[in-house]
Nanobody, 121 residues
Framework: QVQVVESGGGLVQPGGSLGLSCAAS????????MGWYRQAPGKQRELVAR???????NYADSLKGRFTISRDNAKNTVYLQMNSLKPEDTAVYYC???????????????WGQGTQVTVSS
């Protein structure tokens, strides 16, 4: 069994900062890409940022400079630091992990349940 669990969401004022973390656990052989996505009410889920096991990163163009993704491979954990937050950043933030479970020969993408981030005064 593989679990992906996010933490760190909440309410923050415009211009503030918030950090999210996500840990993958269970029967995992190796993880390739970990990432963050978000879904605002009435909108499709969109990529925020993702990071490969070698540290290579990819960001949504609109978020470059405000959001930073990082990763601790030893802990199977990915982080998202969000600065200068805006009301339009309000969304449910989901973590994903593209990984190979132990004892399996098929890679798969595993998702967390999501954590709410609300930017409001």
């Amino acid at each position: 069994q593989v679990q992906v669990v996010e933490s760190g969401g909440g309410l923050v004022q415009p211009g503030g900062s918030l950090g999210l973390s996500c840990a993958a656990s269970g029967s995992i052989f190796t993880i390739n890409v970990m990432g963050w996505y978000r879904q605002a009410p009435g909108k499709q889920r969109e990529l925020v940022a993702r990071i490969a096991s070698d540290g290579d990163t990819n960001y949504a163009d609109s978020l470059k400079g405000r959001f930073t993704i990082s990763r601790d491979n030893a802990k199977n954990t990915v982080y998202l630091q969000m600065n200068s937050l805006k009301p339009e950043d309000t969304a449910v933030y989901y973590c994903s992990a593209f990984l190979l479970p132990s004892g399996r020969d098929t890679w798969g993408t595993y998702w967390g349940q999501g954590t709410q981030v609300t930017v409001s005064s």
